[in-house]
Nanobody, 116 residues
Framework: QVQLVESGGGLVQPGGSLRLSCAVS????????MSWYRQAAGKTRELVAI????????RYTDSVRGRFTISRDNDKSTVYLQMNRLRPEDTAMYYC?????????WGQGTQVTVSS
């Protein structure tokens, strides 16, 4: 059974930082392309960052580039999202997403709220 379990969300003040983690089990993590998505209230889910399995190439949506960093630890089967200089507009449910052998998997999400 494949499981993606996110953690690390919470309430943070504008300008603060959070580190999200997504622990993956039940699939060969080293050959999975991993992504973080987010969905704010009343909005569609959007891709935030992606890291490939082959060369750990990374891509970011424009609004987070330079503030967020996606990384992976294949030994721990975990993907991370380091979020710095957080803004109120970053408030959303953040989801981990895996693609491996053309199959896709979602985590249950972790809430990030940026507010003073």
């Amino acid at each position: 059974q494949v499981q993606l379990v996110e953690s690390g969300g919470g309430l943070v003040q504008p300008g603060g930082s959070l580190r999200l983690s997504c622990a993956v089990s039940g699939l060969p993590f080293s050959t999975a392309t991993m992504s973080w998505y987010r969905q704010a209230a009343g909005k569609t889910r959007e891709l935030v960052a992606i890291i490939t399995w082959l060369d750990s190439d990374t891509r970011y949506t424009d609004s987070v580039r330079g503030r967020f960093t996606i990384s992976r630890d294949n030994d721990k089967s975990t993907v991370y999202l380091q979020m710095n200089r957080l803004r109120p507009e970053d408030t959303a449910m953040y989801y981990c997403y895996a693609v491996e052998s053309q199959r896709t998997y979602w985590g249950q999400g972790t809430q990030v709220t940026v507010s003073s």
